[in-house]
């Protein structure tokens, strides 16, 4: 209970210093220009109404397909304003639970209740029938309820590679990868107050991905995610939700948070750990000591570089946040290469850490 709480302030404090980085960063995305009008505009993305405080639930649900029992008797709770992200290895029921929360997939019993003034949007991890073929990428943004000036639609189809003259295309032309960023600038001009998102980064490159990512921490509803982007989930995710053989854990602390319990409830890796509590037998207690120092420096190293990798990474971030950059299209590349390598480095050194 006590490393609950630790973990939750902790997660807390993390969000604040986002916050703040992520305040920066808007400062300079509420400068954003419009190629062809030379003229500032002030850009925040919509919220949504309140809701309620349980903002959606299952309970004793239950879902087969066919032979397959996926879950069985489950219960599960979302509350207002939880920025959630769903893991677990494939075919382990993430997209059938966030379907059953969408209610866009009925369970065989039990119940799914919603919470007062809720509304949920669903994205799949397919999207297929989210958007009107026969209109214009602009039309389609601007159909959303919120009456919106072309301006800020336009400005956010550009912040989501639709520059230009690129918005009178007709959505049926539209490439899948298109396609998708449309279906998420839709739901973002217009959120409601539960955002269901399978693999949303999945269609996307690394400046839109950025996008999307900044939009969702203004985001003031509820967020539960499927995402298998490990900056995506660390970007966003306060809380993770391990979907695995039917059952649904839930860990109130980010990814980091949710590995650390994960390693502590696997059995510890023959040898290594037991050594290390255990008093030596017979006269090596030196040579072990020195082992131990040997070890400790190593470790010391890897945590100096992995802080070194987490404040390039955020100076990247920042980079790709500043519309100007997106001119020169090598230079977003080369970037999102470095933070790829990156981020493979830092997955490496997070294992070696344990
Ligand atoms: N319509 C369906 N008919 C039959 N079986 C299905 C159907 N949809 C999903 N399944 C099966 O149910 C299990 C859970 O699928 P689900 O799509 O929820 O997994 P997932 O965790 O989202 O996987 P992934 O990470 O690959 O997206 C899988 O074994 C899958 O094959
Ligand atoms: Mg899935």
Redesign the pocket.
Known sequence: QMEDFIARNRARHATAGRAQSMMKRLEKLERIELPEEAKTVKIRFPQPGRAGVKALALKGVCKS??E?K?YDSLDFELERGWKMAFV?R???????LLKLLGGVLEPDSGERVLGVNVKVGYLS?HRLGHLDLDKSVLQEASASGKKLSELIVRTVLGTFLFPGDSVFKKVEVLSGGEKSRLALVKILLDPPNVLLLDEPTTHLDIPSVQALIAALQEFEGTICT?SHDLHFINSLAERIAH?EDGKVTLYPGNFEYFQRRQAQAAPPPEGAPAAATKPSAGGDGREERLRERAKEREREKMKKEQAQAHARLEELAAQLSDPAIYADYAKVQAIGDEMNVLQARLAELERALG
């Open positions: 397909y066919g397959l996926v677990g494939n075919g382990a029921g993430k997209s059938t991890q499927i979907v």
